[in-house]
């Protein structure tokens, strides 16, 4: 059995744990699996979804294997740019040369505050897609709802929409023996930093500057939190002045096939503070207690629709001021309010167990297709 698996490979290790958590999972039911990597980027962004190019490149996939497997990770992106108007390299011509079963797995729907979402010519490809695919299922982060107010405001096939599914984002799950036990007492702290100054309109809008131009947050950062990035792209802006990782240690850890050895060092970890959405994921996933901070809808979404939002900072409509104020008393009560850290615990348990389940049952079903 071949399965060509479509994402975003070596470049953090959010997408990373995402696309090699649903292989090893369908491989402990699926015996003398051959997976292949097709990168996303390297493949297909560096020739912006040429038509001509991506159906060349599709065809010899299908042709060479047996199932073509999408995801995990964000992926349902708009791009004018492209060929295919869309970040994922698929339209109607390009879809008619894959003659193997699709099965797309625990995708998101990656949006920006104020930013443009999903035009209608890019949610027309998305819905062939959907279509053609044996399972299309998306991640727990608000994707499902926001996938369906899409199909409100175009218009489009409901029951087509009754065959999309959820499953939990895959950085969540992690085998018993890999999370951390509980701790008494907050030592290691580390935090997790977001920062590319690729759009400052973007940058605006998930209020970064609130964090990491902070005076106060930096001092409290600086003396008792290590950086941990998460993408290249974190070593943009310098916050703590201990490091867990440094750039060249970096290059070989955020390699996709060595996620669960750069994950290793959460075992360590005792508190996450972190801006990327993965490093709440994770750290939930991993077990350790987590304070989140809602610089776009997929992390407050999640928080929201699992009860988080006591240890969540939510920046929007708010003032530096008041960003500065919360952080400084979750910090405070993590660490020195033990009915408060115990609290994170108990409600974490709850939904890792429940969202084990789901994600369980997504994989089955998976595997139903493959076998």
Same mark, same amino acid.
Request: hydrophobic share 40%.
């Given at each position: 059995m071949k399965i060509a698996q479509l994402g975003c490979f070596d470049r953090n290790f959010g997408d990373s744990i995402? @696309?090699?958590?649903? %292989? &090893?999972?369908?491989?402990?039911?699926?015996?003398?699996? !051959?997976?292949?990597?097709?990168?996303?980027v390297a493949r297909f962004h560096n020739v912006r979804n040429s038509v001509s190019i991506c159906r060349k490149i599709l065809s010899e996939i299908s042709e060479k294997n047996d199932i073509f497997f999408i995801g995990g990770a964000g992926l349902i992106e708009d791009e004018k740019r492209f060929?295919?108007?869309?970040?994922?390299?698929?339209?109607?011509?390009?879809?008619?040369?894959?003659?193997i079963?699709?099965?797309?797995?625990?995708?998101? @729907?990656?949006?920006? %505050? &104020?930013?443009?979402?999903?035009?209608?010519?890019s949610f !027309?490809?998305?819905?062939?897609?959907?279509?053609q695919s044996e399972i299309f299922s998306v991640r727990n982060d608000g994707s499902y709802e926001n996938l369906h107010g899409f199909f409100k405001k175009y218009k489009g096939d409901m029951s087509l929409f009754d065959k999309v599914q959820v499953v939990p984002d895959a950085g969540l799950i992690f085998e018993p023996e890999e999370q951390n036990n509980r701790v008494t007492e907050i030592r290691n702290k580390v935090f997790n930093p977001a920062w590319s100054n690729k759009s400052i309109l973007r940058e605006d809008s998930r209020k970064l500057h609130f964090i990491l131009n902070n005076p106060k947050i930096k001092e409290v950062l600086n003396k008792e939190y290590s950086f941990y990035p998460h993408t290249s792209k974190d070593f943009n802006k310098k916050v703590c002045k201990n490091y867990r990782l440094d750039k060249e240690m970096f290059k070989h850890y955020s390699k996709t096939e060595n996620i669960y050895e750069a994950l290793s060092f959460y075992d360590t970890f005792h508190l996450m503070f972190g801006l990327h959405a993965h490093a709440q994921l994770i750290s939930i996933g991993k077990n350790v207690p987590c304070i989140s901070y809602s610089s776009?809808?997929?992390?407050?979404?999640?928080?929201?629709?699992?009860?988080?939002?006591?240890f969540n900072i939510e920046p929007e409509g708010k003032t530096e001021k008041d960003v500065t104020k919360e952080f400084l008393q979750?910090?405070?009560?993590?660490?020195?309010?033990?009915?408060?850290?115990?609290?994170?615990?108990n409600k974490r348990?709850?939904?890792?167990?429940?969202?084990?389940?789901?994600?369980?049952?997504?994989i089955n079903n998976v595997c139903n297709i493959i076998k």
């Open positions: 995402a @696309l090699m958590n649903p %292989r &090893r999972s369908i491989n402990k039911n699926i015996n003398n699996i !051959e997976w292949s990597s097709v990168d996303l060929g295919t108007g869309w970040k994922l390299p698929f339209d109607k011509k390009i879809l008619s040369d894959i003659k079963p699709i099965i797309v797995f625990g995708v998101g @729907l990656n949006f920006h %505050r &104020r930013q443009v979402s999903l035009r209608e010519p !027309e490809k998305l819905c062939l897609l959907i279509d776009v809808d997929k992390i407050s979404d999640f928080v929201k629709k699992y009860n988080l939002e006591e979750l910090n405070d009560r993590f660490t020195n309010d033990a009915d408060f850290l115990n609290s994170w615990y348990d709850v939904m890792v167990k429940k969202l084990h389940s789901e994600y369980d049952e997504g």
